[in-house]
């Protein structure tokens, strides 16, 4: 059974920082492209941040320069560490594979100005 579990989720100010993190259950975790996904109340879910197999990364416009996402392949998790947030960062927070149909259950980031 395949499982995705975030955490790490919570209220901060502008410009403060938080690390989210999402161990990984169920699947061979090192060969999965994992990402990071957010969708804030009436908006559609989008990618936030994808790391390979291979560590190669890509990073929303919106996000670049601030956010960096990385995989620990022998602990099966991927983290997203989010510095310099913004209210408009604010959005639930999801782990996945799209293509496969993997997502966690969503972590809330909250960001007030």
């Known amino acids: 059974q395949v499982q995705l579990a975030e955490s790490g989720g919570g209220l901060v100010q502008a410009g403060g920082s938080l690390r989210l993190s999402c161990a990984a259950s169920g699947i061979t975790f090192s060969i999965n492209t994992m990402g990071w996904y957010r969708q804030a109340p009436g908006k559609q879910r989008e990618l936030v941040a994808r790391?390979?197999?291979?560590?190669?990364?890509n990073y929303a416009d919106s996000v670049k320069g601030r956010f960096t996402i990385s995989r620990d392949n022998a602990k099966n998790t991927v983290n997203l560490q989010m510095n310099n947030l913004k209210p408009e960062d604010t959005a639930v927070y999801y782990c996945?594979?799209?293509?496969?149909?993997?997502w966690g259950q969503g972590t809330q980031v909250t960001v007030s100005s």
């Open positions: 996945g594979n799209p293509i496969r149909g993997y």
């Open positions: 790391i390979t197999s291979g560590g190669s990364t």
